[in-house]
């Protein structure tokens, strides 16, 4: 490997990618395992109900889910991480390869126990990240006519923990003519969205999940690793 042109690489630590490393790793056999979260408390909870359809459809497609209750959840940082609750949470975001999150819109936003949930999970739990590499698809359900604040502001969280979101995603408008008297929601383009947005995460999972740590190895870190072991094996005694 020849560098003409990029005299402040470190020939050492610099590693292009190639197609041959990218599909190395043999497929696991496991079923995918993907973790949903809600963002609501209320009784009937159309984030919830939305959730519950979508772990259906998973389940149908292959998948092992867990979907995470964020009642008794304390706010972030209200609590020490000890937190029974916490521990669920962050015990789950590492078991996952792959998460659905879903808040209804507030104010224009998540609502609080959607933010509250994703702020108790870190990015790195010592030398683990939990959500590094993992797959995402983000959702939202509406009181009212059709937005997309909430899957976009998701998708900025989603990209801030590190995760591969998955480009399709569902935004349901009047979540609460879109459900039936049994909580199940009707047969409508919403619904097979919501099909859609599964089947591509199924997808991106099987895809990803072997190949996360090569896929997220990076050369501003590898120097970083390097130049600390450095600085660790010529310090000297005391």
């Known amino acids: 490997m020849k560098l003409t042109d990029t005299p402040n690489i470190n020939t050492d630590l610099f590693q292009p990618p190639t197609a041959e490393q990218v599909f190395a790793t043999q497929p696991s056999n496991h079923a995918p395992r993907i973790l949903l979260i809600y963002g609501s408390l209320r009784e009937r909870s159309f984030s919830r109900l939305a959730v519950e359809e979508a772990a259906r459809l998973l389940s149908a497609m292959g998948a092992e889910t867990r979907t995470f209750n964020p009642r ?3 706010l972030a940082d209200a609590e020490d991480a000890s937190h ?3 521990q669920e949470l962050r015990e789950l975001a ?4 792959g998460m659905v999150w879903c808040s209804p819109e507030r104010h224009g936003a998540m609502t609080g126990i959607m933010k509250t949930q994703i702020d108790w999970i870190p990015l790195s739990m010592g030398a683990v990240r939990p959500t590094q590499g ?6 939202q359900v509406c009181g009212g006519s059709q937005s997309f604040n909430v899957v976009n502001q998701l998708r900025v ?3 801030w923990m590190r ?3 998955i480009p399709n995603q569902s935004s349901v408008p009047k979540a609460y003519m879109e459900f039936d008297d049994k909580d199940r929601m009707k047969p409508s383009p919403y619904y097979d969205r919501i099909v859609d947005v599964m089947e591509e995460l199924v997808k991106f999972t099987l895809l990803v999940r072997d190949r996360s740590d090569y896929l997220t190895d990076r050369y501003s870190e590898r120097k970083e690793s390097a130049e600390e072991l450095s600085k660790r ?5 005391i």
């Open 163 to 165: 995760m591969v979101t």
């Open 134 to 139: 993992k797959t995402l698809a983000v959702m």
């Open 233 to 237: 094996v010529n310090q000297r005694s």
């Open 72 to 74: 008794g959840l304390p």
């Open 94 to 97: 590492q078991w996952a390869e």
């Open 84 to 86: 029974p609750k916490v």
């Open 157 to 159: 969280l989603g990209r």
